[in-house]
Every structure is written in C-alpha cells, then in structure tokens.
C-alpha cells in the first residue's frame, strides 16, 4: 500500500467513526508563549483540553505537521544516525473532547491497524500505566482491562511515567496513555529474544508505532496535577513508522515517503545508498530536513539568526554540510529537491505546491550563503593548524572548536575529521564545556517562573468587543504572577475586553483598568493560545472589583492607519511587481508599518515611487471600509480574500474589504472606517531581511506629516548654507565636482609624500641571514598607503622582510610584509608576528602567512614596536 492511500485510508476510517477530519495547523506555533513548533497533533487543540474554549468537534481526526528539535522534544542529534528519528513528520491523530474515553480508543485502534491496514497481531504489543507514587498515581488498570479483552495478558507490557504517562511540556494537558508496539525482526531473530523484551530499549526493529494518550490532568507549575473538566482522548501515530510496517520495510527511510528523494540524491552524487555507513547517514540527514525546512518556509518561518528563524536555519546547514563533507556537494543541492516535495506533499498540504518556487529560491540563497560561511570557516581551520604547527602543538582546543562550531556552524565531528586529517586532535572535553557555558547563559538571559491562574469569577469565555467599542466594563476572571530577573509581572484575563491583543503583526492594545479607587496601567496586550490577556503594572488591590477597561485610543487610532495601510500596500505592491507578492511579515503600531513579502529583486525608485502613488491615492478616493464577520471560509475565498501562509484560518473569518477590486483580505486586526483617516503614506526604505524576502518601512498619518515638515526644513537649511541659489541641485552638484578636484589633488600629493617616504626607506634595510630586513616608524595618509607602501618595498627588494609601525590620522598601525621565500625556509608568519607586536599598542590583528596589519589604541607605542621588533629580529 503506498504512503498516500495510508494516509487517506487513517481519516477515511475514523470519518466512518464519526470524526470530522481537520487540516494540520502550521508547524510554526503562534500565541502561545511555551512552544516554539508545533510538537504533537494535540496543540492546535489544548484550549478545548483546557476548557479555555468549547470545541467544535466532539470527534476530530487528522494528520499533523510536527517538528521536534528543540525543547523537551529534541531529537535532532539522532536523525540520520538511526533509522526512525525525524525532525519534521507527521501524526496521524484521532480525538475526542469529552465524548468517548478509552474504550473505544483502544477498540478502534486494534481494528484499524490488525483488520483494514492487516499488521500481524503476533508482532503487536501494548503498554499501559503502571503508576507513579511521587504523583500518588494508581496504575490504569482500566485501560488493561479493556486490553486483555482483545490481546493476550502476557503481550501487555506495564510502563513507566516515562514511557507512559504523556506530557507536552513542564505544564499543561497530560495523561496516562497506552503505546502500541510492532515487532519488525525476522523470524529467526525473534525466535531468540522475545519482541516484549525489547520494548522501549531503544531498538531499530522493535519501535512505537501508536500512543493512545488519555487525557485527564492539568499539570500546575508547582508540579502538582489538577483533573480537567473533561476527559479527552489524544492519540498519536507516527505516519512514517506506520508507512514502514505496512511496506514491510527495516527502516523509514526505504519507505515511498523518501525513496524518491534518495534515488534524486543517488543521481546528483553518484553514490549509492546502502554501501557505506558514512554516506547512508548523509543521506538520510537530508532526505529528513529537506522536508523540515521545505514545510516552515511554507507556513511563513524563514531562516534567520533568531528563535524559531534560528532552529531553521540550523537543520539547513546540518544538511548542507553532510552534503558538502560526504556526498561531495561543493554547490547548492538541497532546493532542487522542491519540486518532490510539491509532488509528494502538495496533495495534503497544498501550501508546499502552491509555493514551491518560493521555497526552492529560499533554500538555494541560504546554501549559498552557508557555502560561503563554510569555506572561510575551512580557511581559517587552515590557519588554526598552520599555526599549531608553527608552535609544535598538535590539539586544537575546545574553545577554538566551539567559535567555529558558534561562529561558522562548523559541527564538532567535522571540526574533529579534518583535523584528524591534518594529524591534529581535538578536546572534545573542552568543547563540551564551552557549549555548556552558553547553555548556562541562554537559560539564565530567559528564565522566568509563571505562576498559576488565580480565579476571581467564574470563567465563562472571553468576550472581545474591540472592534466596536474602546471602553467597557468588566470584571477580572483570573490572574497570575510571572516572575523574572527584572521583577514580578502581573497578567489578567477580563470577562469582557476592548483591548486587541497583538496579533497578526499589529501590536496589542494599552490603556487602563479604572475602579472607583485606583487607576492601573495596562502595558500590554497579547493572546495566549485563544485567551486575551492585558499586562498591568500592578495587581489590582480587590480583583474582585467592577473595572472600566479603557484603551489608549489616540494609540488605537493611529495603529489603525498603519494596519489599513498595509492592507493598501500589499495590494500595491501585487499591482506594481506581479501576483507573486504574498505577505511574509509584518509589524504594525502607533509610530511605523513594516511589511515584509516575498519578492527576488531590489525595488527600483520608479516602482516604489509607483507603489507610493497607488496608496495614497487610494486614500484620496476615501473607500469606505466593508467589514463582514463570521463569513465561512469557502465563501471568502471565492471573494478573493487574499489569506496569510502560515496562519490557520477556522471555519467562519473576518473579511475585510477595501474596494472589491483591489483590497480584499483576511483580517482579525482593527481599522480605520474610511481611508482618508489615514490622511499620507510615505515609504521610508526598501531592502532585503531574508532570502527572496524584500521590508518595506512606511509612516502615515502624523508621522509622515513630521517626516515630510523636517525634510523641507533640512531643505531650506541647505539653501540657506549655500546663499539661496536659484538651483540647489545644480549647486550641490558643482560642490561635489569641486570635492573630487580636490580629493584628486590631494591623492597626489599623498602619493608625492609616499614615494618620497619609500625612497628613503629603500635605503634602510639591512641584510641578516639571507633576509633583508627594515623596521621603520613612519607617518602616512591613510591605511590604503600603508598597504600599498609594504607591497611596493616588497616588490622592490628581493627576500624582503618588513615591519613598519605607522600613525595614520592620530593612531597607531602595524604592517608586516614577508618574502612568500622566507615563510618556508625561515618558519616565519606575518599574522603571528603582527599579533604579537601589536600588544606594544594595545591592539590586536591578523592576516595571511605573508601579509598581516593590526591597530591599536596607544599611539605612544609605536616605538616600543620597532624596539621589540629588534630584539626579536636583528
């Protein structure tokens, strides 16, 4: 059966059982401060575990995109090595939300995998909570009773918490849960060792394929575990393992799910998968997380040097660089592998079709940009053993190690192959505690402790009235404390709120909260999951209270015409630059709009002047905005609503209409009730944030007022500086002809002052040991004399050896400059040299083998220099 019928026949199963299938949230979790990605199939659905919302569903089935490499669920370091690990895969899930329990997702799960999909059930095995004393936890001794009614006693296997009891993170949704285990051993190796005893030790054939997790408790940041209003089922089942099993397959990775993708890299390298242990691993780290990056891109994450950007950016150069070291990919290769990911993919998650080009451009700027990064980082381990040699040492030292590893992504084994290549060895121990150092450093820059809720009333939903008024009255549902290194903060959850919370790239609303004996700040205002919660300065004194929730309304106002704005600007921009616009960012408050989209060319001026005149006359035409809410999804799309990649978009949306024919989008934020609020647009700048990424900076409204006032006043000062000619252009211009005159002239002059300088150097050098040598202190122009003065004097003078100490413009430089004959017969190296002089000035520097240069703080040092360079020399 190939891996798209499993797929489909999974939800066509659980829709018999009524399940209404739901489609996979973005891999790239957003408002909800605990996850960076998403890490199993039930985050899209822990409000409804949590009671924070009432589900849709009583029953859901689908199949989720997962990534798992960082936080509690980091299998990264294991992909490639083994052959079931994977960075991005999918969970095939089925749950209910306070319907069924355990026995029918025990019943369901034996019917699916033994009758429609016909596993063997003498290869099958389940587990089941024993218990844990330190949570006063009994065993589920429910759950093994409907398990011995189906399978043999002794095929059920007792199982620790680890194992057994599910957790998302340090808090939130748990439970007991059940695993169902497949043993894949040939007959004659299961003959030897039971399948049961190899359960969850870890080994290749014998692997999870499904946990049935029984939701019951919510786990408190004390550690304690409080029931939840509702039990829930979440089960769990890893698409890829399933796919194996039923292929009949030792290992994911010779499943149809990557085959395709092996075969291309077989033909790109001319290796062979399967020959040699090295290049399989290679193999398999790219096959893995071309589909991790393939799938972030796609729902709006790109690699950059931060959080999420940053994890991304790590999995790409993982396999770049097993691609670079073990399949002899000296070029960019893994965005090649788009289009079989469109072809695999693209039916179930149709945003990796629809952007495919985008993400194979994406992926081929990073590679490139990383080769780059890869061959200075090689360069400089060329170095690093040059001058270990140079001192007869032969470790290179864990700290050197971590700045490649920090610096260049260089990892420690292929730091540790090539100096083993070069007869070097590395400290590993050393290593490991500079990477420890850092962790240390991270976790102490972010830690925090969020307390618990605290109810005041009862919760009975949030209610956001935003859109229509700015003030309310409303009482305070719950609050909790965070602390961190800066202080307490305090968070409350309101019955009723006109705050926006941020979202969307608009930012969340401030204001105050107001009772009849105090005024309280609210600083701030974001979503947590699918709660609104306002940050205050300080904890109200009675929460129980009636409070008039207000918002900064000049602030609200002046964000709204940055939000319309952009709405404006992006339909601009499609107009101007072509459909292949689609929004990839954006920033949105009170002082400035920022958008980001997806775009692989500089702007020109004409076409931003263009996009600029568009907008505004767009708000000249004073288009009145058409707002519909709860529209079904079907239905804005066949108005054209122009959606986010990477947002998911429930059943009913906002559309929000700026003229039918040129601004339709989807939209939870807030705006202006008719263009002409906006009042000016003006682009500030354009220029490029990521791969195939352009940012556009505008301002409007007030701050363009400003903008435009303080460029005429700067215009008027600069005619005033130049006695009000009747042309400024063509005044500046002659001004700037006549600086070039004189720069000219005065190269000259620097040139004269040079030569006249080498001239008289010429004559000081003096000959020792078959060098010939000149220490000089000396006064030039500029740093480019000093270089083109060592070359000169070095192209002049047969086995020159030269250390020059300068002042250039008030500060101290050092130039040294070697016969390329001297490095080799007198063990000599510029950089060394230079590194070592330099400490005379307080500075520091470095170069190549013949030519390095340093600068300093200490001017008065530069005798000192020639001194030691004496001594040391002469």
Known sequence: MEAKKIRSTFIEFFQSKQHQFVPSSPIVVKNDPTLMFTNAGMNQFKDAFLGNEQPKYARVANSQKC???????????????????????????????????????????????????????????????????????????????????????????????????????????????SEIHIDLRSEEERKQVAGKDLVNNDHPQVIEIWNLVFMQYNRLSDGSLKELPAKHVDTGMGFERLVRAIQHKSSNYDTDLFMPFISFLEGKSGKKYGQDEQTDIAFRVIVDHIRAISFTIADGQLPSNNKAGYVIRRILRRAVRYGYTFLDFQEPFLYELSPLISANFGEIFPEVKQQQEFIAKVIQEEETSFLRTLDKGLKMLDQIKADLRAQNETVISGKTAFELYDTYGFPLDLTSLIAREGGFSLDEKGFASEMEKQKNRSRAASESETGDWV??????????????????????????????????????????????????????????????????????????NDLIVHFVEKLPTDP????????????????????????????????????????????????????????????????????????NSKIRENIPLLEKRNVPIEEAKQMG???????????????????????????????????????????????????????????????????????????KELQDLLKNPKDLKKAVESLLQEKAELKSELDKLYQEKASGVKADLLKQFVEKDGAKILLAQISLPNADSLKKLAYELKNEV????????????????????????????????????????????????????????????????????????????L
């Not at 057994?164 to 748990?174: K, L, Q, S």
């Not at 209610?463 to 719950?478: L, Q």
Request: net charge negative; proline share 2%; charged share 25%.
């Open 641 to 715: 609503a122009t959606a986010l990649f990477g947002e998911k978009y429930g059943d009913y949306v906002r559309v929000i209409t700026f003229d039918p024919n040129f601004s339709v989008e989807l939209c939870g934020g807030t705006h202006v009730p008719s263009t002409a609020q906006i009042g000016l647009f003006k682009i500030l700048s354009e220029g490029s944030v990521a791969s195939g990424v352009r940012r556009i900076e505008a301002i409007t409204s007030l701050e363009a007022e400003k903008y435009l006032k303080a460029q005429e006043n700067l215009l």
């Open 798 to 873: 047969a086995d020159a050896f030269v250390i020059l100490a300068a002042e250039i413009e008030g500060k101290p430089q050092i130039a040294v400059i070697l016969d390329e004959n001297l490095i080799s017969s007198k063990n000599l190296n510029a950089g060394q040299i230079v590194r070592e002089l330099a400490k005379e000035i307080q500075g520091g520097g470095g170069g190549q083998p013949f030519f390095a240069t340093a600068g300093g703080k200490k001017l008065e040092g530069l005798p000192d220099v020639i001194s030691k360079a004496k001594q040391m020399f």
């Open 455 to 528: 109810s005041v009333h009862d919760d009975e939903g949030v209610d956001f009235i935003g859109y229509d008024f700015t003030e309310a009255y409303s009482h305070i549902i719950k609050y909790r404390v965070v602390k961190d290194k800066k202080g307490d903060k305090y968070q409350l959850v309101l019955d009723k709120t006109p705050f926006y919370a941020e979202s969307g790239g608009q930012v969340g609303d401030t204001g105050y909260l107001i009772s009849e004996s105090e005024k309280i700040r609210v600083v701030d205002t974001k979503k947590e």
């Open 67 to 177: 990534l798992r490499v960082s936080g509690k669920h980091n299998d990264l370091e294991e992909v490639g090595v083994d052959t079931y690990h994977h960075t991005m895969f999918e969970m095939l899930g089925n749950w209910s939300f306070g319907d069924y329990f355990k026995k029918e997702a025990i019943e369901w799960a034996w019917e699916l995998l033994t009758e429609v999909y016909q596993l063997p059930k003498d290869r099958l095995y389940v587990s089941v909570f024993e218990g844990d004393q330190d949570d006063n936890l009994q065993m589920d001794q429910e759950a093994y009773d409907f398990w011995k009614k189906i399978v043999p006693e002794d095929r059920i296997i007792m199982g620790s918490k680890k194992d057994n009891f599910w957790e998302m993170g340090d808090t939130g949704p748990c439970g007991p849960c």
């Open 544 to 615: 129980s209270l009636r409070f008039s929730a207000e918002v900064d309304k000049r602030k609200r106002s002046l964000t709204m015409n940055n939000h319309t704005a952009t709405h404006l600007l992006q339909s601009a921009l499609k107009q101007v630059l072509g459909d292949h616009v689609q929004q990839r960012g954006s920033l949105v408050n009170d002082q400035v709009l920022r958008f980001d989209f997806s775009h692989f060319a500089k702007m020109t001026e004409e076409e931003i002047s263009q996009v600029e005149d568009i907008v």
